[in-house]
């Protein structure tokens, strides 16, 4: 991991992210001046949950994995980041600590705005506040949409659940008309909150129905049409 050091030139990424979406172009130049950049290598934990929070993370380039621990000691993955995403607000707004934990499972890049900077921000430039209650509420409404999903879908049904939201939100690589997911089985699992053995049979299923081709460590989804059909159907 990097030391932070300050960024000669963060504004066009900036402009970028959904926190600074219609808001003044001088809350982009003055977010710009105070952010740092720190890095980290695959694996490496950007926080953990508990943590005390002193900054927001944006970012800039990579694939960062949110998850808590459950009471029974099992990993939940909450959500899977890509650029120009923020995240870590929540320990900013009331000085709490960390809800969850951040974890790099690629080169990632990140800006940060620390507390003072975060909370002027937001005093100063009412849409950067905005922005970040749409934000907000948005995940909250994914989260509602998730947990009806998840206890009353099948395994098939939530594995393609979790496939189809990975697609959606552009956490895969699209080759042609297909587009493959870096996933292991226990990835998968985490983020559909069931055993690696149940997702495992679940893959076989769907694979005999010939909407994905999974092979070690990846899932190809070839009928993203075809997962819609086998989420939406009564069993």
Known sequence: MIDPTIVPDPKPFLETVPLFQGAPERAVEVAASVVR???????SVLFREGDAGDALYLLAAGLVKLSKV??????KTLALLQPPEFFGEMALLGHATRSATAMALSPVSTFLI???DFQRLLNSYPQ?????TTTLANRLRGMDDEAQVLSYKDAPGRVAYVLLRLYRSGVVELDGGTALV???HQDIANLAGTSRETVTRALKALETEGVIVTRPKEVTI???Q??????HEVR
């Open 37 to 43: 950049t720190r890095r980290f290598e695959p694996e």
């Open 70 to 75: 459950d009471l029974g000691g099992h990993e």
């Open 114 to 116: 620390y507390r003072d």
């Open 128 to 132: 950067v506040s905005l922005n970040l």
């Open 182 to 184: 870096r996933l292991t």
């Open 222 to 224: 070839v009928d993203a």
């Open 226 to 231: 075809g997962l819609e059909e086998v989420l």
